[in-house]
């Protein structure tokens, strides 16, 4: 009976454990999510201004 207790109590820190990682992995995909969104909206508002031209200061030249 004693070993099935550490067994339970070895498996429940475990899940604790994991269900942290868990969590925190989730903040960080939220976080990244919103980034990603942002980059896109800001990229999207760069090709509206320049009309969906390429602007060439971001573009390096074909001999490198």
């Not at 909206?41 to 320049?50: D, H, L, N, Y």
Request: hydrophobic share 35%; no cysteine; proline share 3%.
């Amino acid at each position: 009976m004693e070993k099935l207790e550490e067994q339970i109590a070895h498996l429940t820190r475990t899940v604790d454990d994991l269900s942290e990682i868990v969590a925190r992995q989730e903040q960080e995909i939220v976080t990244l999510n919103r980034r990603v969104h942002m980059l896109m909206q800001r990229e999207g508002e760069r090709e509206a201004a320049t009309g969906g031209a390429v602007v060439m200061g971001d573009e390096r030249p074909p001999h490198y």
